[in-house]
C-alpha cells in the first residue's frame, strides 16, 4: 500500500537550517507530484511548496520562497525540504502528500524553532 | 489567492446522524476540490478528491458534490470515529489553499 514516511525533524534555532526527508513506497513515485504541508500547532493547514515527477517545475508558497527548497530523488524514491533561515513562525508539523489533490499523506515531522 | 470558506465552522451532532458541510471558493475552481478529515495528533486523510470521488477505502457514508464555487461533503450515519475535523482544498491553481476547518463534535 502507499506508504510516506517523513524524517528529519527536531529542535532548531532561530536562523538555523534543518532537511527533513520523505520515503516513499507502495506506488511508482516518479509517476507523481509531490506535495509539502504544515500545520502550525492548534492551527489549520498550510500549503508549502509541489514539485512536478520529474522535478523540472516546483511552486512555493510566499511564506517560504527563498527560504525553502525543494528536491526529489526519483532513484531513491525520496522527496526532500531543506529549510533556511528558520523562524519562530515555522514551527510546525510538516507533512509531504502525494500529488496536488494530495491523496495520501505521511505520518507527519514536527519542527520546532526556538531558542 | 483563492479563498476557500467553509461552514459552519463547528457542528454538533449526534450518533446516527446525517450531516453536511459546504466549502465556497472566492472563484470558480471546476471540480478541483478535495476533503480531508484530520483526528487529534494524526495527519489528515483523504476522504474526496475532483469533489466527488470517493478515495479507495473510504466508506460511501461520506459523499461529496458541487462544481464551480460550491461545494458540499456529507456524511451519514454518523459513527464515533467520525467525529473529527474535516478542511477543504483547491487545487485548481496556484497556491493550493485550504479551508479553515470544521470541527465535529459529538452532542
Known amino acids: 500500500q502507499v506508504q510516506l514516511v517523513e524524517s528529519g525533524g527536531g529542535l532548531v534555532k532561530p536562523g538555523g537550517s534543518l532537511r527533513l526527508s520523505c520515503a516513499a513506497s507502495?506506488?511508482?513515485?516518479?509517476?507523481?507530484?509531490m506535495s509539502w504541508i504544515r500545520q502550525a500547532p492548534g492551527k489549520g493547514l498550510e500549503w508549502l511548496s509541489y514539485i512536478t515527477n520529474s522535478g523540472s517545475v516546483i511552486y512555493y508558497a510566499d511564506s517560504v520562497k527563498g527560504r525553502f527548497t525543494v528536491s526529489r530523488d526519483n532513484a531513491k524514491n525520496s522527496l526532500y525540504l531543506q529549510m533556511n533561515s528558520l523562524r519562530a513562525e515555522d514551527t510546525a508539523v510538516y507533512y509531504c502528500?502525494?500529488?496536488?489533490?494530495?491523496?495520501?499523506w505521511g505520518q507527519g515531522a514536527l519542527v520546532t524553532v526556538s531558542s | 489567492d483563492i479563498q476557500m470558506t467553509q461552514s459552519p465552522s463547528s457542528l454538533s451532532a449526534s450518533v446516527g446522524d446525517r450531516v453536511t458541510i459546504t466549502c465556497r471558493a472566492s472563484?470558480?475552481?471546476?471540480?478541483?476540490l478535495a476533503w480531508f478529515q484530520q483526528k487529534p495528533g494524526k495527519a489528515p486523510k483523504s476522504l474526496i478528491y475532483a469533489a466527488s470521488s470517493l478515495q479507495s477505502g473510504v466508506p460511501s457514508k461520506f459523499s461529496g458534490s458541487g462544481s464551480g464555487t460550491d461545494f458540499t461533503l456529507t456524511i451519514t450515519s454518523l459513527q464515533p470515529e467520525d467525529f473529527a475535523t474535516y478542511y477543504c482544498?483547491?487545487?485548481?491553481?496556484?497556491?493550493?489553499?485550504f479551508g479553515q476547518g470544521t470541527k465535529l463534535e459529538i452532542k
Open positions: 507502495g506506488f511508482t513515485f516518479s509517476d507523481f507530484y
Open positions: 502528500a502525494r500529488d496536488e489533490s494530495l491523496q495520501a
Open positions: 482544498q483547491q487545487y485548481n491553481s496556484y497556491p493550493p489553499t
Open positions: 472563484q470558480g475552481i471546476s471540480n478541483y
